[in-house]
Every structure is written in C-alpha cells, then in structure tokens.
C-alpha cells in the first residue's frame, strides 16, 4: 500500500516528489502556527489574536495589522495565503475599551465619579488615562505607536520600540513590559523570562546531562537526550550574554548633518552666510522642535488637566510627557519635583520669595559667588532688603574661578541658603558646585545651583550635585523661549507655600478656606506656557538623540582651538582662562571698543553678544565694564571660528598705535 510519503513502486529518479508540497505546507504552518503544548490547529485557519502593534516591523506586507484586523501571514511562504481574506476582529480584543463605555455616576465637575474617588488631587494630570480617550501624540509616528494599552502592547521589550523610553503619556521610563504569556504553563522557563534581567536565576532546578525530563525542553537550549542517545549540551538563551551591538551608542557626530537640522543656520546677513555665536543668550532650535510646536497647535492645542475631552486629554498627555522628560533629562528622582516656570529667573525668584520669605529672617545670611548672573543676585538682594539679612558673595581668582577656601570661611549657622551658578555665563567658569553644595549642607544651609549654561554642554545629575535646587531655561537647550524648570526635593518643596495664587493650583476653594493641589501643580497657576512645555520635550528628545556626552566633547575641542587662535592675535585680551570651563570665549581688543568689535563681526555675518552680559560685577572684578563674548554651540564649526578669528585679526593689523 502507497502512502502519501512512501515512494511508489517503480519510480524513476528525477520524477515529481511523491508528496503534495502544498499539504506538506500547509501541515508545518499548523505545527508552527500553535504554542509548545498546544494542539496544532486545522490547516488553513489561524485565529486573528497577538496582532501586531502599530508600527512593529511585524505587521504583515500583506497590510494586515491593528488598522484592519486579519491574519498576519508573511507574504511568499506559502503560495496564494497572501490572498486570504481577513478574519473577523476576536470580540475580547475590544475590551479594554470598555471601562470608558460603562455609564458611570457623574460628579459635580462632570468627571464620572470613580476618577474622583480613586484618584483625588492626582486625577487631573492623567489626561487620556483618566478620561479613556486615545492618546495621540504628534512628534512622530514612532511616538504614536507608543500605547499602553494591553491590546496594542508587545510582551517583549525587543518588539516593542519604547522600550527605555517614557511614552507620550509620561509614564515612566521603565514601567514594567506586560507579558501575556507568563502564566503559560508549557513554555519554558527561559522564553517567559524573556523580558527579565538576563542575568536571571532560573527558577527551576536544571535536569542532569544524560536524565530525560517530563518539562518542555529544546535542544537548541537544554541538555536534552536525542532519539539516537546523543545528549546536547545546554547552552544560554540567545543573547542573554552578549550585549546587542552598539547598544547606548549615538550615532557618529556629524557637525554637517546636525547643522541640516537648524534651518536658521541657512540664514544670510549681509550677504554672507550666519554664523552663531551668540549661544549663551539663546539656542537655536532644530526642526523637530519647530515641527512639534507647529503640530501642538494643529492637532492638540486645549487647556490641560481637569477637562472630559479628547483634545484636553491630548494636551496633558503632552505636558505631562515633557514633564518626564526632564525628570529623566536631569536625572531628578520623582516627576513631581519638576515645575515649569517661564525660565531660570522666574525659577529663582519662586525659591527667593517662597522658601526664602519662610526660612530667612533678620541676621542670616544667604551666598552666592561673584560669578552670578543678575538673575541669582538681584532676587537674594530683594529677600536681604526685606527681611534684614546680609547677602556674601564667594569670591574668585584672576582666572575667574571660585577660591573654595575663601568660601568655607564665609559659611556659619546663620547661613541658610547657598545660591551659584554651574556654569558662568560672561566667563564660561565651570564652578565645582558639587563641593560648594557638600560644604552648604555641612553647615546646614540649603543650596540652589543655576544650570541655564551647564544643561546644554554637559551631563547633568542632580542627585549626585545633591543640591536642593536646580533650575534651567528651555531656550538655551535649543527649545522655545518663555520655558523653563525648576526641580526641588520634594521634602523642600512640599514645606514651601505657593507664591502665586490662582486656578489649576487648589483642590477646593471657599470663601473660608483654600486646599492646594500637592506638587508640581502648587506652584503652577493659572494656564501654563503648554506648547512650549511640549517644545521643550522635543528639544530634550533631540540633545539624547545626539548624546550629551558627544555634544560635550565637539565643543570642548572646539573652545581650546578658538581660545588658542584669538590668544595668539596681537592686542587681545581673553577674559576668563579658568582651567574648567565650557562653551564662552570672552575677550576685549586694544585699541577698539566691544561695541565696534561687534559690528565688524555683525558686518560678515557673524553674531556675537557685546556688552555686560548681565554679569556686572564679574566684569568688573576683572577690570572691564563690557567684553565681547562669542558663545559655541554643537552646529558651530572650526570654519566659523576661523571666519571669527580672521576678522578680529584684521581689526588687530588696522588698529591705530
């Protein structure tokens, strides 16, 4: 008798197969097709369920996906199941939509009751996981693809993209990854760990060489004994020892193809091609932040928090989600401690006049160094006006760097806040603010530092500056101007009293009495800057993409060959030749005043900052009144400091003796 896979009598070599490659097909896509244990299913049908999520490189090129529900079969495997017609959407893959359907009681505010009830005080910042509307996020489609939702999430971090990476929604960087598959008894302990450490302990005792198991096992990982007594050797799960190729890498600095980003770079000013280097007073801002404001306004723009609709829900899902950002940005250790304020300056004028008006009284003494921009001077000589304290001031070498001696003898038990810069912003002085901190907290003072010209050139960590301030403007980070952040440890923060009053900041109001909202929400009254909020993100997406640590290391070569070449031109002066210091190359030109400088440099299309760079009393510890002062920045180049260098060197030759 002839079966199916027995060659029939008589055959000759070269002859048809004596089996149906169709059948054969279709039989391995029915083994293949069911789970280890499961009972492979009739040929030819395959339930539509595990769908791929929106944007996986496993949606199939036959077009099925979430959009349209079928069956993902790879187009080619298998001749004509291309062709099959899409299978109906399984009724439980509707389901987590449901409890947004349910009718619930409504509240006063016309939130359904079990918002308010589980989720008081918090329940505004939720957006679209409170009202139960689609997230839509508009950066890119990556970030759209981002959902937490269980019906559209992979169990498995290597499917999924956002993986590391907060979604827009603001959840946190490292939620842990569902795995629908973990309770599946007949997978091995090695495929539903997975999305585990890979370091992991197995959690069951591996069988002996030699001993046949009643588990599961493969021998392409377990020592399993073959039908022909061969015992294969165990070996790891693929990859759970070998990190992937290039992973925590950046792409390779391009200055070219980052300059391609920046559109304004392609500026002309009088005739000639813009150079910026006017860096300190603002960034410039690449195209995706340009293009996430424009999509802000198109597709999301709403009030945020405490509103049932879907634009409303969008709009604080992306407030909240640069919220995240920032956290993750600065290293902060909680998403709460981070408040949006307009700028470093609105920043430090909250922290002068809330901690400051409650903790500093008649005789103490605040600090700051004589490095301070006018913003962390003038706010601390207010609060000193005020309340009859004494502001010190730390001073600084012929170089322009903090004497750390000098200010240890400055500190005492009325000290009660130590206010510096990170960066100086008319010096470039980086200033060694983690010991300035240390020596603060040693006397029992607080400390706030200034990042506004540290976040965009180096690493920033606040828990290892260990300050209990930290605060940065959004516009010299290449984001939107009128944004900024202000991150406090939340046992500071929750003890501070608002400085302004008004809505999105209270719990409950009556004419007797007002409850606040906990933080950030306290200190942000009233509608905040949302869209630049969302800019800011955007602009924090583009520096990690490029690597901080990259950015650093360009501009440190590039600030010692400016330093070196303007040394070496005749009759210039550098101001500030500190040896730590980033970004800032200073300097007067005998013979010419800052302002006439500035206007050659403007008359090749070169920008520069002349003037007092609101840093008076720096300047004039070291003699000056103003300074010319360019600025760099990543997309600046050695070319445009040699444009730079030429002119000054010219007006050098020119100069009158």
């Keep these: 008798m002839t079966t199916a896979f027995s060659p029939p009598t008589g055959a000759q070599p070269g002859t048809a197969p004596p089996f149906d490659p169709a059948l054969l097909a279709s039989m391995a896509s029915a083994l293949f097709g069911a789970l280890p244990g499961e009972q492979a299913r009739a040929p030819g049908v395959q339930a539509p369920v595990n769908l791929a999520p929106a944007g996986s490189p496993l949606v199939s090129p036959a077009g099925f996906g979430p959009g349209v529900p079928g069956t993902p079969i790879p187009q080619g495997q298998v001749p004509g199941t291309n062709l099959v017609p899409a299978s109906p959407t399984p009724v439980l893959s509707l389901a987590h939509r449901a409890p947004s359907l349910l009718p619930h009681a409504q509240a006063g505010n016309g939130l359904p009751d079990t918002v308010v009830t589980q989720l008081p005080a918090y329940e505004p910042r939720f957006g679209s996981g ?91 990982v377990d020592s399993v004994v073959l039908p022909n007594g061969y015992v294969t050797p165990a070996k790891p799960a693929p990859g759970a020892t070998i990190p992937a190729a290039g992973s925590g890498q950046h792409p390779p600095f391009d200055v070219n193809a980052i300059r391609r980003d920046f559109p304004i770079l392609q500026e002309r000013v009088n005739g000639r091609q813009l150079v910026w280097f006017d860096n300190a007073a603002t960034t410039q801002k690449p195209q995706s932040v340009i293009d996430r404001l424009a999509h802000f306004y198109a597709h999301e723009n709403s009030n945020i928090h405490r509103a049932a609709h879907e634009l409303a829900a969008r709009a604080t899902d992306a407030y909240e989600s640069a919220r995240e950002k920032l956290r993750a940005f600065i290293n902060a250790p909680d998403v709460n401690e981070v408040i949006f304020v307009r700028g470093t300056t609105e920043a430090i004028n909250l922290v002068a006049k809330s901690w400051g008006g409650q903790h500093v009284g008649e005789g103490d003494e605040i600090i700051v160094s004589h490095l301070e921009h006018h913003a962390n001077i003038v706010p601390w000589q ?162 990690n993409r490029v690597g901080i640590e990259n950015i650093g290391r360009y501009e440190h070569e590039l600030l010692v060959y400016g330093m070196q070449q303007l040394g070496a031109i005749p009759g210039v002066r550098l101001v500030g030749t500190a040896a730590d210091k980033a970004s800032v190359m200073s300097f007067v030109l005998a013979g010419y005043s800052t302002a006439e400088v500035g206007k050659a440099l403007n008359e090749e299309g070169i920008a520069v900052r002349t003037g007092h760079h609101c840093a008076q009393p720096i300047l004039r510890r070291m003699g000056l009144e103003t300074t010319v002062r360019p600025s760099l920045a990543f997309y600046n180049t050695f070319d445009e400091v040699d444009r730079l260098v030429a002119v000054v060197r010219q007006l050098a030759a020119a100069r009158p003796h």
């Excluded at 990476?165 to 842990?176: T, V």
């Design 130 to 220: 409170v009202l139960g509307v689609r997230e839509a996020s508009g950066a890119s489609a990556s970030e759209a693809s981002r959902h937490s939702a269980a019906a559209s999430a992979s169990p498995f971090y290597f499917v999924s993209d956002s993986f590391g990476h907060p979604s827009a929604g603001g959840l946190p960087a490292n939620a842990p990854v569902a795995d629908y598959f973990a309770e599946t008894p007949s997978l091995p302990a090695s495929a539903t760990a997975l999305s585990n450490a890979p370091a992991a302990a197995p959690a069951t005792t591996p069988t002996a060489a030699g001993v046949i198991s009643s588990e599961p096992k493969y021998y392409f």
């Design 382 to 543: 207010q609060l000193a006006s005020s309340k009859g304290a004494k502001l010190r001031v730390i001073p600084v070498d012929d170089s322009g760097q903090v004497l750390l001696d000098e200010y240890a003898k400055l500190l005492n038990d009325r000290t009660k806040i130590v206010a510096v810069t990170q960066v100086s912003n008319a010096l470039g002085t980086v200033v060694p603010v983690k010991e300035i901190v240390a020596l603060a907290h040693r006397a029992g003072a607080v400390a706030l530092v200034d990042g506004a010209q540290s976040v965009s050139h180096m690493r920033v960590d606040v828990q290892d500056i260990g300050a209990d301030f930290f605060v940065f403007s959004g516009h010299k980070v290449f984001g939107p101007t009128g944004i900024g952040a202000l991150w406090g440890k939340r046992s500071v923060l929750e003890n501070m009293p608002p400085w302004q009053g008004g809505g999105n900041m209270i719990a409950d109001v009556t004419f007797e009495k007002t409850v606040f909202q906990p933080i950030p929400n306290k200190f942000e009254a009233g509608t905040g800057n949302i869209a630049d909020a969302v800019g800011l993100g955007a602009a924090i997406d583009y520096v």
